[in-house]
């Protein structure tokens, strides 16, 4: 079955750096587009980047531009978050998510797969 596992978040100070990593498993890595989520104590999942599979090109929640570089490794199936300059309200469980098709999607419901999550929490 299709497995995604994310890895790397923890607790931070502001200004510091994570890399967030999500390992799949059980599906082929290049024909789905994937994404990463967050979601915040009390808040509703939100998109925070996206890779497509037909350009490579990326899409980013506005308030990480600048700040968060998703990226893929193919031959390892891993997709990668790479948040630098991290403030309090980057604290939430980071999801990794999987869609079928090569087009971004930045909608909870266009996503078929999700991981477990990883806490990363940015103290002041």
């Known amino acids: 079955q299709v497995q995604l596992v994310e890895s790397g978040g923890r607790l931070v100070q502001a200004g510091g750096s994570l890399r967030l990593s999500c390992a799949a498993s059980?599906?082929?890595?290049?024909?789905?587009?994937m994404g990463w989520f967050r979601q915040a104590p009390g808040k509703e999942r939100e998109f925070v980047a996206g890779?497509?599979?037909?350009?490579?090109?990326?899409y980013y929640l506005d308030s990480v531009k600048g700040r968060f570089t998703i990226s893929e490794d193919n031959s390892k199936n891993t997709l990668y978050l790479q948040m630098n300059s991290l403030k309090p309200e980057d604290t939430a469980v980071y999801y990794c998510?999987?869609?079928?098709?090569?087009?971004?999607?930045?909608?909870?419901?266009?996503?078929?797969?999700w991981g477990q999550g990883t806490q990363v929490t940015v103290s002041s």
């Open positions: 998510a999987a869609r079928f098709g090569d087009m971004i999607a930045t909608t909870r419901a266009d996503y078929v797969h």
């Open positions: 890779i497509s599979r037909r350009s490579g090109s990326t």
């Open positions: 059980g599906l082929t890595f290049s024909s789905y587009t």
